[in-house]
């Protein structure tokens, strides 16, 4: 049990919710690591800073052994998802990366880098924006584990969002079997400049348009990281574990709205029942009842009338005059 309001209100925040936070990342580095997968983890914090905690230390963890420390280290940094980085000559420049449920490991897979471009150092900053996600590849709809990679990859759904405001897209494309692909590309709007006047005309489609009217056309550019993956290990749930991850809480579905009352006749009409409110109380007004006890339903109780009854004797003597006294002559 907390001791501290402050520590109460880490552990508030730390519990299960209908609408839960979005999730966290844990960045850890093995036993022992490359240049290659040091330079892949520094940018990986930049794409998902702020939701990031990363440890400073090198840790001796193997992920497909002994997951109790990633798990002890999620569960201290309120973290669901976690990305190790490791080397060997077996399996160089490794990157594991998984997830977990209700503190448990759900999925995991094993990822080798075949080929990488960090970000440039003049590149602007695109900590804290919303990327745009485009999934690539018929391949994130065939497999179960492809299946499962591109939930894990995926990000929060929202409802709408702001056009102006998304200022880069990550681009995820599965080329062939156990090849992925990622890119990541900043989105540039640059005004419409007008063609040349011995230019053909060619038919192009209608430009974009800013809200203040003006033409622009969308252009992408690389940012960085640019890395080509090799898919190797991969740590899949079973059916029952899956499913109770997926489980809907009661609170946020969506009760399905029924008609009462209305009915379709033969003829195609739509016919509604109307219920009226209850009848007036005037109407049931029995002989001898006053007014405000049909009204009401509340009948005066005897000390009521008399206290009333008292109340207007003193309002009545009070408001009659002093009798006035005569001087009598001596």
Not at 112 to 126: A, V
Not at 184 to 208: M, S
Not at 301 to 319: D, I, M, N, V, W
């Amino acid at each position: 049990k907390p001791k501290t309001h402050k520590g109460r209100k880490i552990l508030e925040a730390r519990a299960p919710k209908i609408v839960e936070n979005d999730k966290s990342t844990l960045i850890l580095k093995g036993g022992h690591t490359s240049q290659l997968v040091n330079d892949f983890l520094n940018d990986l914090c930049l794409l998902k800073s702020p939701l990031v905690q990363r440890l400073k230390w090198r840790n001796p963890v193997l992920p497909f052994e002994d997951l109790s420390f990633i798990e002890k280290m999620c569960q201290k940094y309120d973290c669901s998802l976690f990305v190790v980085g490791l080397h060997s000559k077996k399996r160089p420049h490794n990157i594991v990366i998984g997830r977990l449920h209700d503190g448990e490991l759900l999925d995991m897979y094993e990822l080798g880098i075949k080929m990488y471009e960090g970000i440039p150092q003049n590149s602007p900053g695109i900590s804290g924006a919303k990327p745009l996600l485009i999934f690539s590849g018929e391949c994130f709809e065939e497999e179960r584990k492809h299946v499962m990679l591109k939930s894990m990859l995926a990000g929060p759904t929202v409802d709408g969002i702001r056009s102006v405001g998304v200022e880069h897209l990550i681009q995820i494309a599965m080329m062939s079997e156990g090849k992925v692909a990622l890119r990541v590309r900043r989105i540039c709007l640059r005004p419409v400049q007008k063609p040349a006047v011995d230019a053909p005309e060619l038919e192009v489609a209608k430009p974009l348009r800013t809200p203040a009217g003006m033409p622009v056309e969308l252009n992408l550019e690389d940012s960085g990281p640019c890395v080509d993956f090799e898919l190797r290990r991969v740590n899949l749930p079973s059916d029952e574990k899956w499913k109770r991850a997926h489980r809907v809480p009661p609170e946020t579905r969506m009760a399905k709205k029924t008609t009462k009352n209305r009915h379709i006749d033969v003829f195609g009409s739509r016919i509604g029942r109307v219920h009226v409110g209850k009848p007036e109380k005037l109407e049931q007004l029995r002989p001898g009842a006053s007014l405000r006890t049909a009204l009401t339903g509340h009948r005066k109780r005897g000390f009521e009338r008399r206290g009333r009854s008292s109340k207007e004797g003193k309002k009545s003597h009070e408001s009659e005059p002093a009798p006035k006294r005569r001087k009598i002559p001596a």
